[in-house]
C-alpha cells in the first residue's frame, strides 16, 4: 500500500516552454502533497505544501508564479513549471501525506521526474 | 529552528559488516525522527521512524535506529550490510507539518 506514482519520469523541454507533471496517491487519500526539488547529490529541497482545495504555500525563495501547483483532488497534485530555463533543470520528487490514522506523520514519495531544459 | 544533522557524506563498509550512519537532531519538544533511503533517480522509501516508545526502532530491509535522547542521535543500523544497502539514506525530523532531511549520507558497500 502507500504507492505514489509521478508522471513523467522524464522530461525534455525547450527553453521558454511549459511542463506539467502529476503526482498521483494510487491506494489512499492525501490531504497534503508536497513537492521537492532535488539536485545530483544533494539532499531534497521542500518547494511548496499543498492541501486539496486550497492555494499551495510556498517555501520562501521559490517562485509561486513560476511553479504553478493545483491539488485538485485527495488523489492528484500536479506542478507546473513555467517558462522553463535551464536553471530548472532538476529532479522533481512528490510526496504525499496520508490523511488520517496513527500514520499522520509519514510521508509517501514518489519516483520523481527528471526535468532537463535545452 | 528544528533540525537534523548528517556528519558524513560517505560511509564504506565491507558487505557482512555492521553498518551505521550517524543522525544528530536538534529540536524543541519531542522529536518526530524518521529514516529513509533512495537508490539512484528513485524517490525516497521509508525506512523506519521514532515517535514514541521504545528507544530502538526497528524498520525495513532489517535496519533499525537507536533513539538516544540524552546524545540527540538516531542512527541508523544494519548488523550485516548487503552490497545492495548501496544507497542514499536521509534522516529527517518532523517540524511544523513539514518533514526537514539532512545533507543526507552516502553508504557503498563493497563485496
Known amino acids: 500500500g502507500a504507492v505514489v506514482s509521478q508522471h513523467p519520469s522524464r522530461v525534455i523541454c525547450k527553453s521558454g516552454t511549459s511542463v506539467k507533471i502529476e503526482c498521483r496517491s494510487l491506494d489512499f487519500q492525501a490531504t497534503t502533497m508536497f513537492w521537492y526539488r532535488q539536485f545530483p547529490k544533494q539532499s531534497l529541497m521542500l518547494m511548496a505544501t499543498?492541501?486539496?482545495?486550497?492555494?499551495?504555500?510556498?517555501e520562501q525563495g521559490v517562485e509561486k508564479d513560476k511553479f504553478l501547483i493545483n491539488h485538485a483532488s485527495l488523489t492528484l497534485s500536479t506542478l507546473t513549471v513555467t517558462s522553463a530555463h535551464p536553471e530548472d533543470s532538476s529532479f522533481y520528487i512528490c510526496s504525499a501525506r496520508v490523511a488520517s490514522g496513527t500514520a499522520t506523520y509519514e510521508q509517501y514519495f514518489g519516483p520523481g521526474t527528471r526535468l532537463t531544459v535545452t | 529552528a528544528q533540525s537534523v544533522a548528517q556528519p558524513e557524506d560517505q560511509v564504506n563498509v565491507a558487505e557482512g559488516n555492521p553498518l551505521t550512519v550517524k543522525c544528530t537532531y536538534s529540536v524543541s519538544g519531542n522529536p518526530y525522527l524518521f529514516w529513509y533511503v533512495q537508490y539512484p533517480n528513485r524517490g525516497l522509501q521509508f525506512l523506519l521512524k521514532?515517535?514514541?516508545?521504545?528507544?530502538l526502532v526497528k524498520g525495513s530491509y532489517g535496519f533499525e535506529a537507536e533513539f538516544n535522547k540524552s546524545q540527540t542521535s538516531f542512527h541508523l543500523k544494519k548488523p550485516s550490510a548487503l552490497v545492495s544497502d548501496s544507497a542514499l539514506y536521509f534522516c529527517a525530523v518532523y517540524s511544523w507539518g513539514k518533514l526537514q532531511f539532512g545533507a543526507g549520507t552516502q553508504v557503498v558497500v563493497t563485496p
Open positions: 521514532y515517535i514514541t516508545g521504545d528507544n
Open positions: 499543498s492541501n486539496e482545495g486550497s492555494k499551495a504555500t510556498y
